[in-house]
């Protein structure tokens, strides 16, 4: 086991470690450690109002405070930086990040390559040319349904300094949006499952110039993207753009580049292939 890596999973957005139950079971299963991180303002120190369970009260649930607010990027690297010295004690470390995660492990790389032997991304955000929310003006992005994400989210954004979405919400045609942008290949069962993993407060923090990829830093890393084939939230268009882009800061550095067929939350509700394919992935 000394020499076996630890695998550091970094969630997205509303979600929690609990995301990665199922893959962490697969992962141990196949002999590896993993360390699924809460950043912070997640997991059980997350905020769900009481306006936020059955019966709602949506006009409370508008304005009611969350304890993420005024948590920052730098917050969440410095929180995942902490963990990856732990696990580095006990030999090497994969750091992998999903979704929005992709902009907290590419931040934490550009602070500390000495802490990731190898860096993967799953259908995440990995800027290199652009600010994330850039990106959402291009053309690789016109497929996706972005007012499917929006009719979820609730409250004023800029009063509550965070970004909350009500996934218990009863209608019928905002849960179809979301089923549809993030999981259309799972069972109704198994998305309603997966929404009630996820917490309703994000923070807004989504870094700056500074935290997109850096070649003299982030670029010294060995790294994967894992394209996820199915996904209409972040199509694989984006995902090869950002590929591209990161390819062309260290030509010398290129990425490797895997396929999962699946939505953006298949690879999590069914793990067995990403499992397999992490393992394939640990450093010698």
């Known amino acids: 086991m000394p020499e076996n890596p630890t695998f550091v999973l970094v969630h997205g957005a509303f979600a929690n470690s609990f995301s990665y139950a199922p893959l962490q079971a697969e992962l141990a299963l196949l002999g590896h450690r993993s360390a699924a991180i809460d950043l912070p303002g ?20 508008a304005a009611e405070p969350g304890a993420i607010n005024g948590v920052t990027l730098a917050d969440n690297v410095a929180h995942v930086i902490k963990a990856l010295e732990r696990a580095k004690r006990h030999g090497p470390t994969v750091l992998v990040g999903h979704s929005r995660g992709g902009i907290t492990i590419t931040a934490v790389t550009n602070a500390r390559p000495d802490l990731v032997d190898h860096l993967v991304y799953v259908g995440a955000w990995c800027p290199v040319d652009l600010p994330v929310g850039d990106y959402y003006a291009q053309p690789e992005m016109a497929g996706t349904d972005q007012a499917a994400m929006a009719a979820a989210l609730h409250g004023d954004p800029v009063a509550l300094g965070l970004m909350r979405a009500n996934f ?52 010294s890393v060995p790294r994967t993207y894992v394209r996820l084939a199915g996904d209409a939230s972040m199509p694989t268009a984006v995902q090869d753009r950002m590929i591209r882009e990161a390819d062309a800061l260290t030509p010398g550095n290129p990425f490797g580049v895997r396929t999962l067929e699946g939505s953006h939350l298949h690879w999590l509700a069914h793990p067995e292939r990403a499992a397999a394919l992490l393992a394939e992935l640990a450093p010698a």
């Open 168 to 219: 218990r919400t009863s209608s019928a045609a905002t849960l179809a949006g979301l089923k549809k942008e993030l999981a259309a290949d799972l069972t109704d069962d198994e998305f309603r499952v997966f929404l009630n993993t996820f917490q309703p407060d994000e923070n807004l923090d989504v870094g700056t110039e500074a935290d997109r990829a850096q070649a003299a830093t982030w670029g």
């Open 42 to 61: 997640h997991g059980f120190e997350a905020t769900f109002p009481a306006a936020y369970q059955a019966p709602q009260d949506l006009t409370a649930l």
